[in-house]
């Protein structure tokens, strides 16, 4: 067994038994023989035997656990797959076990009872979309379920507080017309006067559902006066939500549909970061919490009660990566940058996330790591390499909805896409962005020597909402979309080519 010194020896322990439990239970599938996962005793052993690894490393390998084979990658039976958002990458199948279950739950309802203390949500109505909402019931060509409802992922433990209060039934969450989708989200939605707490991944899936009211108005309206149907779901009327409606129609005031909403819970640093302020701009008087780093592939980080993303160190056995050195979580240093690798109980061993963070000391004993970008989306036309943390770090102090993609029309360059009601020239805009991105010593090079043209600002009506259009077609679900700095997304760079004639 590997003995680390103080200041933070018991998250080393608490990582290693992670990573024992994880190797004995699985020693015996076919990766685990192959890696001698037996004789394995020491993380350095686990380090030197099991190279770092990307989705492709085990492709091949999910592809034979969704046609039904068994003890592949671990030795449980597999309970379900989940598809990643494929921002950068095609979509990735994402197998869970009943250990990857339980790992969730280690970080989710210690989070979820103290949100529920702190901001007395024992009574009232709560909104968290776990399943993705639109998603049709899939299963694989091994009958392995696509997703999992609510309940399986919080548990008998937690889920019982859920369902006592849901403020939007869960047949909604099946309706496969998105605009549907919103139309009855927001009939229930706006029912729930008690509303206490609104927990979503992504700021953008609530901020479009709230510009979605004006759309659907005149509907929910309708349906408040005189009641309705969706298929076998009766829609009672409700003669004081019709009057709130109206009144929030009139005044543009959230807290007329919502007075009792305590907690608001979502993404709110790097690219997330102006939407998070958009959101909160809106819902002023409830109180708001950044999420943690939730990924499909694994719980990263969970927030305390101060908001501080703390390492979910019995989630996973995690390791980080900075200048080519791994370390461990107890040996992290404040004020680095580090991209972070994880192993989980779903059969990713020492998986590269491609995601950035940065250190910013240790609370209780845990690494605070904030979320800076991703390190697998990168840009290099003339040798400039930029990378989507690195743009993130620039676009950050810029308002609204901005996109920088590379432009191919004429001399290389930049495009940086923003919303044409965006308030701010585009002269500033453009200085403001190539004076940070000039901090990158190639992308300064290759502008000085004519190999890059000037940044360019390009408005694009409704661009929020055309980039998550281009996303949904894409096959992403809608709750998952993310925002990225930095994009070469084939798709995305089509659609402005053709708005730019």
């Not at 859920?162 to 099946?174: E, N």
């Not at 360059?413 to 805009?429: F, G, I, M, S, W």
């Not at 962005?433 to 940044?455: D, F, I, P, S």
Request: proline share 4%; glycine share 6%.
């Amino acid at each position: 067994m590997d003995n680390r010194s103080q200041p933070y020896a018991a998250l080393y322990q608490t990582q290693f038994k992670w990573l024992r439990d994880c190797l004995d239970r699985n020693k015996s599938c076919v990766y685990g023989m192959q890696q001698g996962f037996a004789e394995l005793s020491t993380i350095d052993d686990y380090q030197r035997r099991v190279p770092l690894n990307d989705y492709e490393a085990f492709r091949s390998k999910i592809l034979q656990i969704e046609t039904g084979s068994t003890s592949i990658l671990f030795s449980q039976d597999v309970v379900a797959f989940e598809k990643t958002s494929g921002t950068s990458a095609g979509n990735k199948w994402i197998p869970y076990t009943e250990s990857s279950l339980i790992d969730f739950r280690r970080a989710i309802v210690p989070w979820l009872k103290r949100v529920c203390d702190q901001y007395e949500l024992a009574h009232g109505y709560v909104y968290w979309p776990l399943s993705p909402a639109t998603r049709k019931q899939q299963y694989t060509t091994g009958k392995v379920p696509v997703g999992l409802q609510d309940a399986e992922y919080l548990g008998s433990e937690i889920h019982s507080f859920f369902t006592l209060m849901p403020a939007v039934p869960d047949w909604v969450g099946r309706i496969k017309s998105l605009g549907k989708w919103q139309l009855y989200t927001l009939y229930w939605l706006i029912r729930r006067h008690d509303l206490k707490l609104i927990s979503v991944w992504s700021p953008t899936f609530f901020n479009v559902l709230l510009e979605a009211i004006d759309t659907h108005a005149d509907q929910i309206l309708a349906l408040y006066r005189d009641g309705g149907a969706h298929k076998k779901h009766r829609l009672s009327s409700d003669a004081k939500a019709y009057e709130r409606l109206q009144l929030f129609l009139k005044e543009k005031n959230t807290a007329l549909l919502w007075p009792q909403l305590k907690l608001v819970s979502c993404w709110g640093d790097s690219t997330s970061r102006p939407f998070f302020q958009q959101l909160k701009n809106r819902l002023a008087h409830a109180h708001f919490e950044p999420k943690g780093l939730l990924l499909t592939e694994a719980i990263i980080t969970v927030p305390d009660k101060d908001g501080l993303p703390l390492l979910a160190s019995d989630s996973g056995f995690f390791e980080f990566i900075c200048a080519g050195v791994t370390y461990l979580a107890n040996e992290l240093q404040a004020n680095t940058a580090y991209q972070v690798v994880v192993t989980t109980s779903g059969g990713l061993y020492r998986y590269c996330t491609q995601d950035m963070v940065r250190c910013e000391g240790y609370a209780d004993g845990l690494p605070v790591l904030r979320f800076i970008g991703r390190s697998g989306i990168q840009s290099d036309l003339v040798g400039e390499k930029l990378s989507d943390a690195s743009v993130a770090s620039c676009l950050n102090a810029l308002p609204g909805f901005h996109l920088l993609s590379p432009w191919l029309d004429g001399v290389p360059r930049y495009l940086l896409v923003v919303d044409a009601t965006n308030v701010e020239d585009d002269l500033k805009l453009q200085q403001k962005l190539e004076q940070c991105l000039m901090q990158n010593v190639q992308y300064q090079y290759a502008t000085k020597m004519g190999q890059l043209g000037r940044l360019e600002v390009y408005r694009l009506n409704h661009a929020l909402e055309k980039y998550i259009e281009c996303m949904l077609q894409q096959g992403l679900q809608f709750g998952d979309i993310k925002m990225p700095a930095l994009t070469t997304n084939e798709n995305w760079m089509n659609l402005i080519k053709r708005h730019k004639k």
